[in-house]
């Protein structure tokens, strides 16, 4: 049994969040597994706020290292009300204590599915630039 503890940040932007439906896929080197979000809706009382959402999902098997993450907004269920969503990032914490985040900040305004990479910087420490 493998835990993977998610969390979604939102901008700090007004009207950043959004009431819909929100499908999330991570993929690792061992395959996908499926996250949904019945309600993501954040309540919004002033104009700058901060609001994330925490999980946890439960594997049988490792995903291995994780590679990308898919995300997909279902579009509004009345035809006259559809929510943009400015996402800021997404981080993923595994029992090996490893660390995933994957950099988002751009607006899903459409029911597509939207892949991201993970955004881990490696860097070369034997090239020193001054």
Same mark, same amino acid.
């Given at each position: 049994?493998?835990?993977?503890?998610?969390?979604?940040?939102?901008?700090?932007? @007004?009207?950043?969040?959004?009431?819909?439906?929100?499908? %999330?896929?991570?993929?690792?080197? *061992?395959? =996908?597994?499926?996250?949904?979000? =019945?309600?993501?809706?954040? @309540?919004? *009382?002033?104009?700058?706020?901060?609001?994330?959402?925490?999980?946890?999902?439960?594997?049988?098997?490792?995903?291995? *290292?994780?590679? !990308?993450?898919?995300? !997909? *907004?279902?579009?509004?269920?009345?035809?006259?009300?559809? /929510?943009?969503?400015? =996402?800021?990032?997404?981080?993923?914490?595994?029992?090996?204590?490893?660390?995933?985040?994957? =950099?988002?900040?751009?607006?899903?305004? /459409?029911?597509?599915?939207?892949?991201?990479?993970?955004? !881990?910087?490696?860097?070369?420490?034997?090239?020193? %630039? @001054?």
């Amino acid at each position: 049994m493998v835990n993977y503890k998610v969390t979604v940040y939102n901008s700090e932007r @007004f009207k950043a969040y959004t009431r819909e439906y929100i499908y %999330i896929t991570l993929v690792g080197e *061992k395959g =996908p597994i499926y996250i949904f979000y =019945p309600n993501l809706y954040l @309540f919004v *009382k002033t104009i700058y706020v901060i609001c994330s959402l925490k999980v946890t999902i439960t594997t049988e098997e490792s995903l291995g *290292k994780l590679q !990308q993450v898919v995300v !997909q *907004k279902e579009k509004g269920r009345l035809f006259y009300f559809n /929510d943009n969503w400015l =996402p800021t990032k997404i981080a993923v914490d595994t029992d090996t204590n490893e660390t995933y985040i994957f =950099p988002l900040y751009t607006w899903i305004a /459409d029911n597509e599915k939207h892949y991201f990479r993970e955004g !881990q910087g490696l860097c070369n420490y034997s090239e020193r %630039i @001054f």
